[in-house]
C-alpha cells in the first residue's frame, strides 16, 4: 500500500527524487525567479549561492521561502523523519461536495410525479452527485406565502427521493413564460399590482422593475432560504431568474443602464443573503448585461459561481469569446456547466464533455432518466472520466512525520498534495468562508482523533489547488466541435505539487503509540470530514486516510 523511507531531515534535491514526482517539483527557472537572477548558473554556484540565503534565512526563527507551488521551510525538523509515498485512487468515484454529474427531474419547470421519476431514475443515480430542479415560481407558490416545500406532497417527495440517495439539491427558480408548461409568474402577483410587460407563450411575464414584483419576490426567496441554506443538503442555489428558462437573456424587456443595475444588484444581493451558507450561481456570459456589469453587480454582490447554460450547442452558443470571459475568471469564480442538448448523439455529448473539461467545469448534466441512461450504458468511460476528473481530486503523494517524538514536544507534519481534477474546490466563496482545511490527525485505537493538527496558514488553502495540466481539446475542421478526449493516462502526465507544512504542538497528548491519519476538515462543523482523499490508504469510519503510526513518549527529541 506504501513505502517506507527513512530521510532524517529534507533537502531541496530529495523533493525531486520522491517516486512518482517530475523533475518540474523545483524547477530551476522558479528559483532563478526567486533569487532574481537573469540566466543560468553553474552547479557550484548554484548550490553555495541557495546555502548562503538559507543560512542568513535561518538566523531569523520560522522564516518560510516559497517558490510556489512548493514550500521550502527552514524550521526545526525532529530526528528520525519517515517518508510515506502513497499511490493514488484513479478508480472510486467520491461525491464529494460542489462537484459531479448532474440528474435533471425538470426540464422546463414541469414537476414529474415523484414516485415515476425516482423509478426511471434510481439505476442512473448512482453516477451522480446532485439532482437540479428548475422549477417555475408559481409552481412554488401557488397562493401568497404557501410553499410547495411545506404543503405539496409530490414535491417533497421528489426532493426527498434525491436526499434518501446519496445527492445533493440545487434549485433555479424562474418567472417568464416562455417555453414552460404553464404560466411561470403566479397569478396572484399579478392581482396585487405586478405590472404585465410582456404576453408570453404560455402566460404574462412580469416587469421585473417593479417594486411591487420585487417586494414579493424577495419575500418568497427569504422563505426560500430558511427552508434550504443547508450546505449538507444544497450544493447550489441559482439566482438566475429572468428570461426564457432562467437564462437571464431578458428578450421580453428593454432596460436602460440603471435599471441593469438596479434589477441585477438586487436579485444578486437578495439571493446571497438569503443563503448565506450555499454557493449561488448565475448564468454568465449572458446577453442583457455584459462581462464588466456581471463583475460589478453579481460577482461583487456576493454571487460566488458562473454557470452556463448549453454548452457546444448548435449554434454557437458558447463561443470562443465567451470561454475567454469564463477562463479568465477561473479558478477565484468556480464553474457549473451545462450540455446543450436534452437528449444529446454521441458526437454532442463528446462535444459537451470535452468543452465542460476545458472550461474547467465542477458540474456537467446526465439530465433526464433517458439522456442518463444514454449517457451511462452507451458512453460509461465519458461517464467515468467526468466522475473522475470533473471538479477536483485531490491526491497526497507523501507525507512526512517522525516515528517517535517527546510529549508535549512540537512537532511537524508535512504532505505533498495534488489536484488531479479540472476544477477547483471553492473554499474561498463567502458562503463557505474558508472551512476546509487539511489536517494530520492523532488517533487512537478505535480511530477516534486524540489530536488534530490544521493546516491553517493562507498560502495553504484548498482553493489554491488547481491542476497546471490544462486540457486543449483538438478541434474538428469540418464540425467545429472538440474531439479527441483524453485518456486517463492524461493526468499521469507533470503536475502541480503542493508543498503542506502543518506545525504542531503534543501538549495534553498522553503517551503512547498512534495512528497518523490525513484529511480535508470542516472546521465549521466539529472538523467532520466529508471530502474523501483519493489516496489507496486505510480509511476509518470517519473518513481519516491512515498512513502510518507516531509513538509518543521519550524516545524522541527535536532538535
Sequence with gaps: MWTWHNTPEVMLKSLNDFPGHHPTLLPRHRFRCLLNLSRPLHSGIWIISISL??????????????????????????????????????????RNPFMGWVLYPCENGDIPNASAYWASQNANARYASTCYIRVLWSEMEPREGVYAWNTDANFIALYQGALNRGLKLAFRVY???EDVPRQATPQWAFKDGVPIIHQGNDGPDPDITSPIFQRKYTTFIKAFGAAFNDPSKVNWMDASTFGNWGEMNVNSQSLNAAQRQQTLTWLCTT??????????????????????????????????????????????????????SILARWPQIPFIAENGFQHPNAAQQQAALAQALFLHANFLDLRQPRAAANWIQKKPEWVKIFNLYGGYRFVVRFVMYPRMITANSRILLRAGMQNWGVGVLPNNLKPWNNKYKFAFGL?????????????????DDPSHWTNSTLYTPVMDRTSKLPVGLMTEDYWLNYNRTYMLNVPGNLTGVPEGKYNLGIAVVDTSNANKIDISLAVNAPRTASGWRLVGSISVGHGGTIR
Design 53 to 94: 540565503i538559507i543560512f542568513l534565512l535561518t538566523l531569523t526563527y520560522g522564516f518560510r521561502i516559497q517558490a510556489s507551488p512548493v514550500t521550502i521551510i527552514s524550521e526545526p525538523v525532529q530526528s528520525g523523519d519517515v517518508t510515506v509515498h502513497l499511490t493514488p485512487d484513479i478508480n472510486t468515484v467520491f
Design 175 to 177: 418567472v417568464n413564460s
Design 271 to 324: 439571493y446571497a443573503s438569503a443563503f448565506t451558507r450555499v454557493p449561488t450561481a448565475m448564468n454568465f456570459p449572458g446577453d442583457t448585461w455584459s462581462n464588466a456589469e456581471y463583475d460589478s453587480w453579481c460577482f461583487d454582490k456576493e454571487c460566488t459561481a458562473m454557470r452556463r447554460d448549453g454548452l457546444a450547442g448548435p449554434y454557437g452558443w458558447v463561443n470562443t469569446k465567451q470561454e475567454k
Design 443 to 459: 488517533l487512537d485505537a478505535t480511530g477516534n482523533p486524540v489530536k488534530i493538527f490544521i493546516d491553517t496558514a493562507p498560502e
